[in-house]
């Protein structure tokens, strides 16, 4: 008698879920179907978050790495999606460049002096100018600011050369520390 009891309390709550689900679904698609239309100006979006903030977007050269420089390279292109990890040296002009790069399990030789190793992912592969680059995405895009801060600071991106400085764990993870306007420095990210 338990046993039936518990069959159908377990059946009757499967068909409420699934009615409920259709529900969703089925109004939705009535919306859809027979809503008034309704055309609505769309504006520009001030760079914030809701929980956090103002923010910038940032591109990195370091996130367009050419596929030559991969030196554990397998024959197909598809092979390299996935974690990658990419040397970084350090250029007369102060700025950090790919060196080389290595697909996962990573470089089998530690890096040089004036070198470093960082931590990636391949987010997708593309041909420019008839060679193959991998985009690298690192989880550093997002810078967070002041409130206020975001777009003035976008428009200035547009206009003059600015930089993050960085730090990389030892299992070449980045972090950014500091968000840079030539030497000067804007913002500076808190330990804690």
């Known amino acids: 008698m338990a046993k039936n009891r518990l069959l159908i309390s377990a059946l009757v709550l499967a068909l409420v879920q699934v009615g409920f689900l259709t529900w969703i679904i089925a109004s939705r698609a009535m919306i859809l179907r027979y809503g008034q239309e309704v055309l609505l100006k769309v504006e520009p979006v001030d760079p914030r978050d809701l929980l956090r903030g103002d923010y910038v977007s940032l591109g990195y050269e370091i996130s367009n790495v050419p596929a030559r420089l991969v030196v554990n390279r397998g024959d197909a292109s598809s092979s390299m999606e996935g974690p990658i990890h990419v040397r970084l040296k350090k250029g007369a002009d102060g700025f950090w460049h790919p060196a080389s790069a290595a697909l996962a399990p990573g470089f089998a030789d530690a890096p040089a002096d ?79």
Request: proline share 4%.
């Open 114 to 192: 004036g070198e470093v190793d960082v931590l990636g992912t391949v987010s997708s592969i593309w041909t420019q100018d008839e060679e193959e680059v991998l985009r690298v995405d690192y989880g550093i895009g997002r810078y967070y600011l002041p409130e206020g801060e975001g777009r003035p600071i976008e428009r200035d991106m547009r206009v003059r050369s600015f930089g993050i400085l960085a730090a990389v764990g030892k299992d070449g993870m980045l972090q950014i520390k500091a968000l840079m306007d030539g030497n000067k420095m804007l913002f500076s990210e808190p330990l804690y």
